[in-house]
Protein backbone atom coordinates (compact mmCIF):
# COMPACT_ATOMS: atom_id res chain seq x y z
CA UNK A 1 0.00 0.00 0.00
CA UNK A 2 1.45 3.60 -0.78
CA UNK A 3 2.36 5.21 2.24
CA UNK A 4 0.13 7.87 2.34
CA UNK A 5 -3.06 5.83 2.16
CA UNK A 6 -1.54 4.37 5.39
CA UNK A 7 -1.93 7.35 7.21
CA UNK A 8 -5.18 6.74 9.39
CA UNK A 9 -7.34 10.79 8.73
CA UNK A 10 -8.96 9.83 12.30
CA UNK A 11 -5.82 10.39 14.29
CA UNK A 12 -3.45 13.12 12.35
CA UNK A 13 -1.83 15.61 14.79
CA UNK A 14 -3.77 19.00 15.07
CA UNK A 15 -0.32 20.65 14.70
CA UNK A 16 2.79 19.95 13.50
CA UNK A 17 6.73 21.80 14.80
CA UNK A 18 9.59 21.35 12.17
CA UNK A 19 12.93 21.87 13.16
CA UNK A 20 14.19 22.54 9.25
CA UNK A 21 17.72 21.29 9.94
CA UNK A 22 20.59 20.49 7.91
CA UNK A 23 20.76 23.10 4.72
CA UNK A 24 24.54 23.81 5.15
CA UNK A 25 25.56 20.25 5.67
CA UNK A 26 23.83 19.39 2.33
CA UNK A 27 25.66 21.82 0.28
CA UNK A 28 28.92 21.21 1.48
CA UNK A 29 28.46 17.30 0.49
CA UNK A 30 28.09 18.22 -2.95
CA UNK A 31 30.94 20.97 -2.54
CA UNK A 32 28.42 23.92 -2.65
CA UNK A 33 28.51 27.37 -0.53
CA UNK A 34 25.84 26.65 2.70
CA UNK A 35 23.67 29.52 1.05
CA UNK A 36 23.25 27.31 -2.06
CA UNK A 37 21.14 24.55 0.74
CA UNK A 38 19.16 27.46 2.10
CA UNK A 39 17.99 28.08 -1.41
CA UNK A 40 17.08 24.48 -1.85
CA UNK A 41 15.42 24.42 1.52
CA UNK A 42 12.94 26.88 0.07
CA UNK A 43 11.07 23.35 -2.00
CA UNK A 44 10.94 21.16 0.98
CA UNK A 45 9.04 24.06 2.54
CA UNK A 46 7.03 24.56 -0.42
CA UNK A 47 6.35 20.90 -0.73
CA UNK A 48 5.68 20.46 3.18
CA UNK A 49 3.15 23.22 3.73
CA UNK A 50 1.49 21.99 0.92
CA UNK A 51 0.98 18.47 1.69
CA UNK A 52 -0.13 19.57 5.32
CA UNK A 53 -2.76 21.52 3.96
CA UNK A 54 -4.05 18.57 1.97
CA UNK A 55 -3.96 16.41 4.56
CA UNK A 56 -6.21 18.76 7.07
CA UNK A 57 -3.23 19.62 9.55
CA UNK A 58 -4.95 23.16 11.32
CA UNK A 59 -1.04 24.08 12.20
CA UNK A 60 2.43 24.11 11.04
CA UNK A 61 5.00 25.65 12.69
CA UNK A 62 8.51 25.64 10.93
CA UNK A 63 11.69 26.75 12.61
CA UNK A 64 12.83 29.29 10.20
CA UNK A 65 15.43 31.27 12.04
CA UNK A 66 16.71 31.01 15.61
CA UNK A 67 17.89 34.01 17.85
CA UNK A 68 21.09 31.99 18.03
CA UNK A 69 21.40 31.88 14.71
CA UNK A 70 22.09 36.13 14.28
CA UNK A 71 25.40 35.21 15.16
CA UNK A 72 26.61 33.25 12.47
CA UNK A 73 28.55 34.93 9.44
CA UNK A 74 27.10 38.27 8.50
CA UNK A 75 27.39 36.69 4.86
CA UNK A 76 25.27 33.99 5.34
CA UNK A 77 22.85 35.62 8.22
CA UNK A 78 22.48 38.68 4.89
CA UNK A 79 21.57 36.05 2.53
CA UNK A 80 18.80 33.68 4.54
CA UNK A 81 17.35 37.52 5.34
CA UNK A 82 17.16 38.28 1.81
CA UNK A 83 16.11 34.73 0.83
CA UNK A 84 12.99 35.24 3.43
CA UNK A 85 11.76 38.00 1.31
CA UNK A 86 12.07 36.68 -2.11
CA UNK A 87 10.12 33.35 -0.42
CA UNK A 88 7.56 35.52 1.01
CA UNK A 89 6.88 37.36 -2.29
CA UNK A 90 6.90 34.41 -4.48
CA UNK A 91 4.68 32.18 -1.44
CA UNK A 92 1.97 34.74 -1.11
CA UNK A 93 0.32 33.17 -4.29
CA UNK A 94 0.50 29.44 -2.98
CA UNK A 95 -0.78 30.63 0.56
CA UNK A 96 -3.31 32.19 -1.36
CA UNK A 97 -4.33 28.90 -3.52
CA UNK A 98 -4.58 26.79 -0.72
CA UNK A 99 -6.48 28.71 1.81
CA UNK A 100 -3.11 29.39 4.38
CA UNK A 101 -3.09 31.98 6.90
CA UNK A 102 0.60 32.85 7.76
CA UNK A 103 2.10 33.90 11.62
CA UNK A 104 5.03 34.69 12.72
CA UNK A 105 6.70 34.14 16.33
CA UNK A 106 9.72 35.51 17.39
CA UNK A 107 11.66 38.26 18.19
CA UNK A 108 11.10 40.28 14.64
CA UNK A 109 12.34 43.33 15.50
CA UNK A 110 15.44 42.17 15.09
CA UNK A 111 14.45 41.57 11.52
CA UNK A 112 15.38 43.95 8.82
CA UNK A 113 13.02 46.45 7.77
CA UNK A 114 12.45 44.87 4.49
CA UNK A 115 11.67 41.65 5.82
CA UNK A 116 9.31 42.94 8.19
CA UNK A 117 7.36 44.97 5.50
CA UNK A 118 7.33 41.86 3.48
CA UNK A 119 6.22 39.42 6.47
CA UNK A 120 3.39 42.18 7.82
CA UNK A 121 2.01 42.33 3.88
CA UNK A 122 2.06 38.55 3.73
CA UNK A 123 0.27 38.07 7.05
CA UNK A 124 -2.42 40.89 6.77
CA UNK A 125 -3.30 39.64 3.00
CA UNK A 126 -3.72 35.73 4.80
CA UNK A 127 -5.34 36.42 7.31
CA UNK A 128 -8.67 35.66 6.36
CA UNK A 129 -7.69 32.09 4.95
CA UNK A 130 -8.96 28.94 7.33
CA UNK A 131 -7.81 25.75 5.66
CA UNK A 132 -4.54 25.98 7.52
CA UNK A 133 -2.43 28.91 10.08
CA UNK A 134 1.84 28.07 8.77
CA UNK A 135 3.29 29.65 11.79
CA UNK A 136 7.18 30.78 10.66
CA UNK A 137 9.28 31.01 13.93
CA UNK A 138 11.68 33.81 12.58
CA UNK A 139 14.41 34.82 15.19
CA UNK A 140 12.35 32.65 17.81
CA UNK A 141 13.72 31.96 20.64
CA UNK A 142 11.75 29.91 23.57
CA UNK A 143 13.44 31.23 26.70
CA UNK A 144 12.88 34.50 25.58
CA UNK A 145 9.60 33.98 24.43
CA UNK A 146 8.66 32.61 28.42
CA UNK A 147 11.22 35.28 29.75
CA UNK A 148 8.70 37.68 28.17
CA UNK A 149 6.03 35.81 29.37
CA UNK A 150 6.64 36.14 32.85
CA UNK A 151 7.43 40.06 32.34
CA UNK A 152 4.09 40.68 31.41
CA UNK A 153 2.76 38.75 33.91
CA UNK A 154 5.03 39.88 36.67
CA UNK A 155 3.72 43.82 35.36
CA UNK A 156 0.09 43.27 35.12
CA UNK A 157 0.11 41.79 39.23
CA UNK A 158 2.48 45.12 39.80
CA UNK A 159 -0.38 47.21 38.13
CA UNK A 160 -3.14 44.95 40.09
CA UNK A 161 -4.60 43.33 37.07
CA UNK A 162 -3.57 39.88 38.05
CA UNK A 163 -3.96 38.39 41.45
CA UNK A 164 -1.02 35.84 41.88
CA UNK A 165 -2.99 33.29 43.09
CA UNK A 166 -4.74 32.61 40.26
CA UNK A 167 -1.93 32.21 38.00
CA UNK A 168 -2.13 29.00 36.30
CA UNK A 169 -0.78 27.16 33.36
CA UNK A 170 -3.87 28.53 30.87
CA UNK A 171 -2.42 31.93 32.11
CA UNK A 172 1.40 31.67 30.88
CA UNK A 173 0.40 30.05 27.97
CA UNK A 174 -1.92 32.91 26.87
CA UNK A 175 1.63 34.94 26.89
CA UNK A 176 3.45 33.01 24.87
CA UNK A 177 3.22 34.08 21.11
CA UNK A 178 1.49 30.29 20.31
CA UNK A 179 -1.80 31.97 22.72
CA UNK A 180 -4.63 30.19 21.11
CA UNK A 181 -2.67 27.62 19.24
CA UNK A 182 -3.40 23.92 19.92
CA UNK A 183 -0.14 22.84 21.08
CA UNK A 184 1.96 20.44 18.96
CA UNK A 185 1.15 16.88 19.26
CA UNK A 186 4.29 15.73 16.94
CA UNK A 187 7.45 17.56 16.62
CA UNK A 188 10.08 16.77 13.55
CA UNK A 189 13.79 17.39 13.21
CA UNK A 190 15.79 16.36 10.26
CA UNK A 191 19.06 16.43 9.45
CA UNK A 192 20.21 13.78 12.65
CA UNK A 193 20.81 16.32 15.47
CA UNK A 194 18.44 15.65 18.34
CA UNK A 195 18.22 18.52 20.19
CA UNK A 196 15.32 20.83 20.63
CA UNK A 197 17.50 23.99 20.21
CA UNK A 198 16.00 26.63 22.28
CA UNK A 199 12.49 25.89 20.44
CA UNK A 200 8.97 26.05 21.73
CA UNK A 201 10.46 24.42 25.07
CA UNK A 202 6.82 24.74 26.84
CA UNK A 203 4.59 23.66 23.94
CA UNK A 204 6.25 20.40 23.24
CA UNK A 205 5.90 19.43 26.59
CA UNK A 206 4.17 16.37 25.51
CA UNK A 207 4.92 16.00 21.85
CA UNK A 208 5.94 12.96 20.21
CA UNK A 209 9.25 13.90 18.91
CA UNK A 210 10.62 12.61 15.55
CA UNK A 211 14.30 12.49 14.10
CA UNK A 212 14.87 11.18 10.54
CA UNK A 213 18.53 11.80 9.14
CA UNK A 214 17.19 12.89 6.23
CA UNK A 215 18.67 16.59 5.14
CA UNK A 216 15.80 19.73 5.21
CA UNK A 217 16.38 20.12 1.44
CA UNK A 218 15.95 16.47 0.52
CA UNK A 219 12.69 16.73 2.59
CA UNK A 220 9.72 16.08 0.63
CA UNK A 221 6.08 14.08 1.47
CA UNK A 222 7.12 10.90 1.20
CA UNK A 223 9.56 11.83 4.69
CA UNK A 224 6.10 13.72 6.23
CA UNK A 225 3.95 10.61 5.61
CA UNK A 226 6.52 8.36 7.38
CA UNK A 227 6.97 10.69 10.40
CA UNK A 228 2.43 11.15 10.75
CA UNK A 229 2.78 6.95 10.35
CA UNK A 230 5.41 6.62 12.99
CA UNK A 231 3.69 9.24 15.21
CA UNK A 232 0.37 7.22 14.66
CA UNK A 233 2.05 4.06 16.14
CA UNK A 234 3.05 5.52 19.53
CA UNK A 235 0.81 5.24 22.64
CA UNK A 236 0.37 8.96 24.03
CA UNK A 237 -0.03 7.72 27.97
CA UNK A 238 0.25 11.44 29.06
CA UNK A 239 1.43 9.92 32.58
CA UNK A 240 -0.92 7.23 32.72
CA UNK A 241 -0.30 3.57 32.22
CA UNK A 242 -1.20 1.29 28.70
CA UNK A 243 -4.35 -0.35 30.30
CA UNK A 244 -5.93 3.15 30.82
CA UNK A 245 -5.60 4.39 27.48
CA UNK A 246 -6.62 1.23 26.02
CA UNK A 247 -9.91 0.73 28.06
CA UNK A 248 -10.65 4.40 26.99
CA UNK A 249 -10.35 3.66 23.22
CA UNK A 250 -12.64 0.58 23.20
C1 LIG B 1 19.03 24.89 8.97
O1 LIG B 1 20.16 24.42 8.34
C2 LIG B 1 18.68 26.29 8.53
C3 LIG B 1 18.95 27.35 9.52
C4 LIG B 1 19.36 27.16 10.75
C5 LIG B 1 18.73 28.70 9.09
P1 LIG B 1 21.62 24.74 8.86
O2 LIG B 1 22.05 26.00 8.24
O3 LIG B 1 21.65 24.73 10.35
O4 LIG B 1 22.45 23.52 8.28
P2 LIG B 1 23.55 22.66 9.02
O5 LIG B 1 22.96 22.19 10.31
O6 LIG B 1 24.72 23.56 9.25
O7 LIG B 1 23.83 21.55 8.08
C1 LIG C 1 18.01 25.23 14.72
O1 LIG C 1 19.02 24.83 13.85
C2 LIG C 1 17.36 26.45 14.19
C3 LIG C 1 16.69 26.30 12.91
C4 LIG C 1 16.49 25.20 12.24
C5 LIG C 1 16.18 27.51 12.36
P1 LIG C 1 20.55 25.09 14.18
O2 LIG C 1 21.32 24.39 13.15
O3 LIG C 1 20.79 26.53 14.37
O4 LIG C 1 20.68 24.36 15.59
P2 LIG C 1 21.96 23.98 16.46
O5 LIG C 1 22.60 25.25 16.87
O6 LIG C 1 22.83 23.13 15.64
O7 LIG C 1 21.38 23.25 17.63
MG1 LIG D 1 21.95 23.26 11.73
Known amino acids: MEIKNQIDREKLPR????????NGRWAKS?????????????????????????????YLTLYAFSTENWARPKMEVDALMELLVRTIKSEVKTLMKND???QVI????????????????AILQTQDNKRMTLVLALSYSSKWEITEAIR????????????????TEETLSGYLSTKGMPDPELMIRTSGEQRISNF??????????YFTETLWPDFRKEHLYAAIEDYQQRERRFGKISEQIKNKAS
Open 106 to 121: GKTDMLPERSRNKLAE
Open 15 to 22: HIAVIMDG
Open 100 to 102: IRL
Open 200 to 209: LLWQLAYAEL
Open 30 to 58: QGHSRIFGHRHGVTAVRETVETCAELGIQ
Open 152 to 167: QIADEAKAGKINTESI
